[in-house]
């Protein structure tokens, strides 16, 4: 028993002098663990920093080949917790895992959505109320339709006051038709070939694309796109959101150009003349930017205001090309920013592009949720002095019109009461009129407001469970406070769409739509078709003005009677003439009723749809302003580029590989673990 009693505490003994000794031999693996940390974190990171920006080839080819590295450097402080977790821990606690680490995994994909079906209510078989009040509701439909009435002496009246109104804007400044020469001279004829670059500031979304032109009106198109941060919006300088924008672009070389980029970068080492560039390694950007700017050149823009969310007042006033084109030589990218790029246009060009007809295209119009078109003109015929260089071979330019604008002075535009009432409470009354009576964006609201209007008179039993038939959904019609119908521009133009579409005897579709969008529950069917008629009316007189701009292009470009061209080939693109019914039918059936074109006329008119303009139409440009550059000029250019990519690679072989604040630093963490290495020692 003694004997044992005294081996007990010759155990205890033995174990306090074993966690004595385990102490500061655990604290000097800590130190050490600390150390090498912060010396490789400053040195490797530092060093590699320089490496990066001296040698970027031999930089770029040690990432493919370590991707680890760079993964675990990351990752430097998840893998430090779990290294000193791990060697400090007991033995005894060595089973217990930690979680496995996956440097730069990528998160999970979130799981789908879960479709949810709706089952509409069974149609009731309640008795149909008395049909004095359905023909009442149908009478009251009936005026606010007849409010939208677009006869063919409007549409002729309309005709000649766009005519005049676009020569007068040829002819000087400051007109609702602004008219704004573009400095596009020639427009392509579908055997182009080459790839080129274009880029889309439209938004919130910024787009970078590549184009192929296979010179057989086909294309071949890539493209990837960002979302802008909403602090870029609203940035102090212009550096930061331009900045941003040229990163996309290189990341984009990268990802989809990886062969042509890397060739680009061994040239530029290898060669330390501009006699060792060509000009086929430099790619053409055309940039489509689509905020108001005052164009000087095909590459050249004066930014006047901001849209859209964006308040950057640096940029305000500056050439918005050079902008980009700092930034990206900035990242020694190789590429040239060749044309600054509007919308219509690059409709244009995209559907003159991929027609397959002998003739020309003579207009790119834009139907939308706004609208606007851009037309070929004879350069005699624009009075108004064009200042910069252009092309004056050709005697033709391309002309912005600008025509949402048309007739602010309401002359002879259409004006009802609804009319008024969407001007006054728009973020601009008294601007953009013929815009708010065409586009997707105030079709909505214009259907809206009358449909309120109707739904608050006490003469009206719409939506009032005053009407019914044999097919009704319940025996109760209500609008929910939510409804759309209540609240300013609460109703979608999607709808508009849906009611074209519907010609079912029970309207079913329709009824179904405005209770799952607009919350009116159990409409009945004489409810749609008051609705119906009403947003047809709408859509109709849009489609009618619509062909006032196209017809009247068509009479100024005197193609009409030129027995040459067989077909007068126009583009469109945008919502309304891609989704809503019949609205190409209805222009059509507008475009017989003009004087000057006739049925033989609007036959010889062929409208066209043609996409992606910002895309491809802004290609397009950038190879039409290629065909323009000088050699000098371009000589010019990259001469400037090695000089400074020459004068940047010196400043960086000046500086030590490792900075002096790394040094110090290192030393200083150094000393401090000699010095507990000692008084451990000591201890």
């Not at 602090?231 to 996309?248: D, G, H, I, N, Y």
Request: proline share 5%; aromatic share 8%; hydrophobic share 40%.
């Amino acid at each position: 028993m003694g004997a044992q009693h005294g081996h007990g505490h010759g155990r205890e003994r033995q174990g306090a002098e074993t966690r004595k000794r385990v102490w500061p031999g655990l604290f000097l693996r800590g130190v050490a663990i600390i150390v090498v940390l912060v010396l490789s974190q400053l040195v490797l990171g530092d060093g590699d920093a320089k490496l990066q920006l001296q040698f970027p080839q031999r930089y770029q080819l040690q990432q493919l080949r370590l991707p680890l590295r760079q993964d675990l450097l990351s990752t430097s402080a998840s893998f430090s917790i779990s290294s000193l977790l791990l060697l400090l821990s007991p033995s005894s606690l060595h089973h217990l895992l930690l979680p496995r680490l996956y440097p730069s995994s990528s998160p999970p994909a979130p799981a789908a959505s879960e479709s949810v079906c709706h089952i509409p209510s069974p149609f009731s078989t309640a008795p149909p109320t008395s049909r004095p009040v359905a023909m009442a509701l149908a009478d009251e439909s009936n005026r606010v339709v007849q409010e939208f009435d677009f006869t063919n002496d409007d549409l002729n009246r309309h005709v000649k006051e766009f005519l005049r109104q676009m020569n007068e804007g040829l002819s000087k400044e400051g007109t609702s038709l602004q008219q704004i020469p573009t400095y596009v001279t020639g427009v392509p004829n579908g055997t182009e070939k080459g790839l080129y670059l274009a880029v889309d500031l439209g938004g919130t979304n910024f787009r970078v694309c590549s184009i192929m032109l296979n010179g057989d009106t086909t294309f071949n198109l890539t493209f990837n796109k960002v979302a802008i941060p909403k602090e870029l919006m609203v940035a102090k300088t212009a550096s930061e959101l331009f900045s941003f924008l040229a990163k996309q672009i290189e990341v984009f070389l990268k990802e989809h150009h990886a062969e042509h980029f890397n060739s680009h970068l061994r040239r530029r080492n290898t060669y330390s003349t501009a006699s060792g560039y060509r000009d086929e390694h430099i790619f053409r950007l055309g940039f489509t930017f689509s905020f108001p700017v005052k164009q000087l050149a095909i590459n050249k823009g004066l930014l006047i205001r901001w849209t859209k969310g964006f308040d950057i007042r640096d940029a305000v006033g500056k050439d918005v090309c050079a902008l980009l084109q700092t930034e990206i030589d900035k990242l020694q990218l190789p590429v040239k920013v060749a044309a600054l790029v509007n919308d219509t246009v690059g409709t244009l060009m995209a559907r003159s592009y991929t027609s397959t007809g002998k003739s020309r295209s003579i207009l790119g119009a834009i139907f939308g949720t706004g609208t606007n078109g851009a037309y070929m003109e004879k350069l005699d015929n624009i009075k108004k002095p064009i200042t910069g260089d252009y092309d004056q071979s050709t005697g033709e330019m391309v002309v912005n019109t600008e025509w949402g604008s048309f007739d602010n002075q309401l002359n002879v535009l259409p004006s009802t009461a609804w009319d008024k009432a969407l001007d006054a409470e728009s973020v601009n009354p008294g601007d953009q009129m013929f815009e708010k009576r065409v586009s997707g964006m105030f079709l909505g609201e214009i259907v809206r407001l009358a449909v309120a209007d109707m739904i608050n008179s006490e003469k009206s039993s719409l939506f009032k469970d005053l009407n019914s038939s044999s097919n009704d959904w319940g025996s109760t019609t209500n609008i929910a406070p939510q409804s759309g119908f209540l609240k300013p521009w609460g109703l979608d133009s999607s709808i508009m769409s849906v009611a074209a579409a519907d010609n079912t005897p029970e309207l079913s579709t329709l009824r179904q739509e405005l209770e799952n969008l607009l919350h009116v529950y159990t409409p009945s069917l004489e409810d749609a078709q008051a609705f119906k008629s009403v947003s047809n009316a709408v859509g109709r007189r849009a489609a009618r003005l619509s062909a006032v701009a196209i017809g009247a292009i068509a009479l100024q470009s005197g193609k009409l009677e030129d027995p040459n061209e067989e077909v007068i080939d126009i583009g469109v693109d945008g919502s309304l003439v891609e989704h809503y019914p019949f609205f190409r039918d209805m222009i059509y059936e507008a475009l017989r009723a003009i004087d000057g074109i006739g049925p033989r006329g609007a036959e010889k008119i062929r409208i066209g749809i043609a996409k992606d303009g910002s895309g491809v139409g802004a290609a397009l440009i950038a190879l039409v302003a290629a065909g323009r550059e000088k050699p000098e000029d371009y000589l010019v250019d990259i001469k400037a580029e090695s000089s400074r990519g020459r004068k940047l690679s010196n400043a960086i072989a000046d500086e030590p590989l490792i900075s002096t604040t790394a040094l110090v630093v290192g030393g200083i963490v150094g000393a401090l673990a000699l010095a507990a290495f000692w008084w451990t020692k000591r201890r």
